[in-house]
T-cell receptor, first 114, second 111 residues
């Protein structure tokens, strides 16, 4: 089944404790992206990647890191989480050229930073 | 600064009603506009529009883009309770590979 998976789905952590949210897709998509969703602010893009070893900042990259060492995986790293990073996070993927705009979203990761 | 504004923020209708959701944008060098439906969790793709005036249609849902006036509308006819969701509009500025989302319209359809 074609899908985007994220782990963990729910996470409660404390300020300053490094964490990684994994994202994996099985559709051979070149393009992958991370978003956060907050009430009243909608979806905001954090980082995106056009292919292996090619990443770029979205609108809200501060406090986040990403890497794209393999085509199927695009982990989101919070080196020192803070309470303002409490949010619902989505990973998405698509082809880079034809069909690019049909992004497939993962199920979401609900992160709470205390 | 590029931005996307959706209206109304929320809407409550009864089954069978027709609704029109609005998306206006201020984006430099527009490439495409997309509509998504978000029910419980992950958004799912509905339409992509790149050319002005062309209507995209899927069943009871349709969408049209006006590139001159910088807006799009999403119409849902004969609404059903299963249409209850948040509808998201996103725009991609040309040559950026970035997506700018609006805050969404929350639609509730009552039986």
């Amino acid at each position: 089944e074609a899908q985007v998976t994220q782990n963990p789905r729910y996470l409660i952590t404390v300020t300053g404790k490094k964490l990684t949210v994994t994202c994996s897709q099985n559709m051979n998509h070149e393009y992958m992206s991370w978003y956060r969703q907050d009430p009243g602010l909608g979806l905001r893009q954090i980082y995106y990647s056009m292919n292996v070893e090619v990443t770029d900042k979205g609108d809200v990259p501060e406090g986040y890191k990403v890497s794209r060492k393999e085509k199927r995986n695009f982990p989101l790293i919070l080196e020192s989480p803070s309470p303002n990073q409490t949010s619902l996070y989505f990973c998405a993927s698509s082809f880079l050229r034809q069909g690019r705009d049909t992004q497939y979203f993962g199920p979401g990761t609900r992160l709470t930073v205390l | 600064e590029d931005k996307v504004v959706q209206s109304p923020l929320s809407l409550v209708v009864h089954e069978g009603d027709t609704v029109t959701l609005n998306c206006s944008y201020e984006v430099t060098n527009f490439r495409s506009l997309l509509w998504y439906k978000q029910e419980k969790k992950a958004p799912t793709f509905l339409f992509m529009l790149t050319s002005s005036g062309i209507e995209k249609k899927s069943g009871r849902l349709s969408s049209i883009l006006d590139k001159k006036e910088l807006f799009s509308i999403l119409n849902i006819t004969a609404t059903q309770t299963g249409d209850s969701a948040i509808y998201l509009c996103a725009v991609e500025p040309s040559g950026t590979y970035k997506y700018i989302f609006g805050t969404g319209t929350r639609l509730k359809v009552l039986a």
